[in-house]
């Protein structure tokens, strides 16, 4: 997807220049990045008639459902028995381009500050200074990296076979995959590549999985091969994988599998990079917020979706399209005191453009 906007940067010559800078262009909000939470946040910030900037370090919207996953179904998205990430992704894509956001791809955020005249904030970005009056972060888990296995052969195969996301199901027709791990991306690639690959063998170091009881049943229903209490010990091949060797933890006994692919599926490191710099209080690999505003420790700058962290938070896509409307909404009255918090439903409204 190509820039859909985004003039209006300031360019001051040495650094942030708070002082010196003077804003071409202030938006109302800057939403710091464009997953499905910031998506949604762009559509209802528009929905409230706030003139918005949504900032995406990846070259395309979406987040890691477009980066990792975009073949992968999601079932737990209000309104869709089942949805594709990449079909939920470009629905989330139009609601949002309603309003006209400017989007910003390829530009992560790298300092945030506050102009001590007015409250607006800076935000330093490769491709210039840019301003607004309120903040919401929606960056879901920061900067991640797969989590890589040591075992031999790994490393040496990666792009000749080893993989860890799923970006294009056509590579593995009719081939033998190997999937590693046990938790909801493991059981979800399986499932995934089972109608398309040769053949599909789902290896797991417990018995255990940390997945969804409804995909676990049908994993066990699949044509999916399930080992576990079984750990790969080393891959071989020539000038791509041809070849895994797997052990059972239990015995030590080996078994040799034919496989052309082999998907990790052990997780992300998740690195919040310069927002450690940002002032504002973190916990865990994530942003505090309170829950009934969504406000950061900083005023003016909200948090929203897997980034945000308070008690009984809980990591779903449905939960972070309530956070950031929250957001917005709030927003909206620390922008305009004389504004309402909730301005009605929006079947009820004349005009979607007021706030």
Request: some cysteine; overall charge neutral.
């Amino acid at each position: 997807m190509a820039d859909l906007g985004g003039g209006g940067p300031a360019r001051p010559s040495d650094g942030m220049a708070l002082q010196a800078a003077q804003p071409v262009q202030v938006d109302d909000i800057a939403l710091i990045g464009g997953g499905p939470v910031g998506l949604f946040g762009a559509f209802y910030a528009g929905l409230r008639g706030l003139k918005t900037r949504l900032f995406e370090s990846l070259p395309q919207l979406g987040g890691q459902l477009t980066a990792l996953y975009p073949e992968k179904f999601i079932y737990d998205v209000p309104g869709f028995p089942r949805v594709q990430a990449k079909v939920l992704v470009a629905q989330l894509v139009e609601q949002a381009m309603q309003f006209n956001p400017q989007v910003m791809l390829n530009t992560p955020v790298t300092g945030l500050q506050q102009r001590p005249d007015g409250g607006i904030f800076v935000l330093t970005t490769a491709r210039g200074v840019f301003f607004a009056k309120v903040v919401i972060v929606t960056a879901g888990l920061g900067a991640f990296s797969p989590k890589k296995l040591a075992a031999p052969g790994v490393a040496e195969f990666e792009g000749k076979g080893v993989h860890y996301w799923l970006d294009d199901l056509s590579r593995f027709r009719g081939r033998r995959a190997l999937v590693v791990g046990g938790g909801d991306s493991a059981v979800d690639f399986a499932l995934m590549l089972q109608p398309v690959a040769r053949h599909v063998t789902l290896i797991h170091r417990r018995d255990g999985f940390r997945a969804h009881e409804q995909s676990v049943k049908q994993l066990y229903a699949s044509g999916v091969e399930v080992l576990v209490f079984h750990e790969l010990k080393r891959l071989e091949g020539g000038e791509a994988v041809e070849r895994a060797v797997v052990f059972d933890n239990r015995t030590g006994a080996e078994r040799v599998l034919d496989v052309q692919h082999v998907v990790f599926a052990l997780g992300f490191s998740a690195d919040l990079g310069p927002m450690r710099e940002w002032g504002l209080e973190l916990e865990d690999e994530a942003i505090r917020v309170n829950s009934f505003k969504m406000e950061t420790a900083v005023a003016g700058v909200y948090a929203a979706g897997d980034i945000a962290t308070y008690p009984g938070k809980v990591k779903l896509i449905a939960t972070g399209f309530g956070e950031v409307a929250t957001a917005v909404n709030n927003a909206c009255r620390y922008i305009d005191p004389s504004l309402p918090v909730f301005p009605g439903h929006s079947s009820n409204r004349k005009s979607a453009g007021q706030r």
